[in-house]
């Protein structure tokens, strides 16, 4: 039988996001090997530097072409000298929409001997994982300008959601809250008291669908405001929180920094049925770059998602572990310039546990 084979498009992006990705492939190529699967790697330039060169942000035959790909690695998008908006929404928002990317999966998990800004929490109080839809919300662009530019200007951005949309983000979120097999609760993060259209929707469905098909799934409530509050209080409460395009940006932010920051944030625009794109969840860093100084371990568990979604866990599971390992025992700091080696050497640290 010939061994299993991925085809993994990399767009190393902007700023630090080469020197990353180049370290969550060589992690990834050690995992291959060891657990005899195949990675067949075909890199894009996309991002800042290609857009001012070309003035195109990305050809319009790059979706059909990263359509046929097993996974994406991504980078990071950014550039100073683009404006922002131009990068987020031509690659990293325009490849979610069209490949249809609609769970955004970002695990909060404090690993051992990482510093997190929750004083008395430790690695078992910080462990549960967020679900954010990823095609809806305040995102999609719906609303515009009238009278711009007058005094009785007029902006409106409207949150649309349709059922479709709620439903299966739901259902991914009750079904891999069963698959986590943890506490088996599932808390809808919303603003039912203020949002009364779209998170109204939201909770019917929810529990609608909790009690019909996820009977063995706790189901929970809570406002946004207070999901904050309990994520710093008492993050140990969570297991999975469902929560809608925006909400999920915010809190995902705040549950990162609990976690040790962007230098180990990671998450996956997933497609069940289609090309998924995982990443580090911070940004390009432009002024460390090219100096090895930053941190490459968000790329690397960025690749760890990916493997984990192609189905390949005990790979997944051992570059987690490898991670683990070397936050515990090697790192000083997860920050930038201060880890005590360079981005390059991290890569190495981790890449020789996963060997084995
Ligand atoms: C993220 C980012 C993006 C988002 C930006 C860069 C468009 O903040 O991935 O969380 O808002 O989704
Ligand atoms: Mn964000």
Redesign the pocket.
């Known amino acids: 039988m010939s061994k299993q084979s991925y085809r993994i498009a990399v767009i190393g992006g902007d700023g630090t996001g080469p020197e990353c990705t180049a370290e969550a492939v060589k992690v990834l190529k050690v995992a291959a090997k060891r657990f005899n699967f195949k990675l067949d790697l075909t890199d894009f330039d996309f991002g800042g530097a290609r857009y001012l060169r070309t003035h195109e942000v990305i050809p319009d035959s790059a979706v059909d072409e990263l359509r046929k790909f097993d996974s994406i690695l991504l980078g990071a998008?950014?550039h100073p000298d683009v404006k922002p908006g131009i990068l987020?929404?031509g690659i990293?928002?325009r490849l979610r929409f069209d490949l249809d990317q609609y769970i955004?999966l970002r695990p909060v998990k404090l690993y051992p001997g990482v510093e997190t800004p929750l004083r008395n929490k430790g690695p078992a109080d910080i462990d549960y994982v967020v679900v954010r839809e990823n095609t809806g919300d305040l995102?999609t662009g719906a609303g515009g300008f009238s009278m711009k530019g007058t005094p009785h200007e007029v902006a409106i951005q409207t949150s649309v959601y349709s059922y479709h949309q709620v439903a299966r983000a739901l259902r991914y979120a009750f079904e891999y809250t069963r698959a986590r097999g943890r506490k088996k609760t599932l808390a809808l993060c919303g603003k039912t008291n203020v949002l009364t259209f779209v998170y109204d929707l939201w909770e019917r469905v929810f529990h609608e669908m909790g009690a019909k098909e996820f009977p063995d799934i706790k189901r929970e409530y809570y406002h946004v405001d207070a999901t904050c509050m309990w994520m710093v209080k008492n993050p140990e409460w969570f297991d999975v929180i469902v929560t809608g395009?925006m909400f999920g940006?915010i809190i995902?932010?705040l549950g990162a920094i609990t976690q040790g920051g962007m230098g180990i944030a990671a998450?996956g625009n997933i497609n069940p049925e289609g090309v998924s794109m995982f990443?580090p969840?911070g940004?390009s860093a432009p002024k460390y770059t090219g100096q090895g100084v930053i941190n490459p371990l968000a790329a690397v568990c960025a690749g760890m998602m990916m493997l984990d979604t192609l189905g390949q866990k005990q790979a997944a599971q051992t570059i987690e572990q490898a991670v683990m390992d070397v936050t515990a025992h090697k790192l000083k700091s997860l920050a930038a310039g201060k880890m005590g080696y360079s981005t390059s050497q991290v890569g190495d640290l981790v890449a020789e546990r996963v060997a084995g």
């Open positions: 998008i950014g987020e929404k990293l928002l955004n995102y395009n940006d995902t932010d998450g990443e969840i940004g």
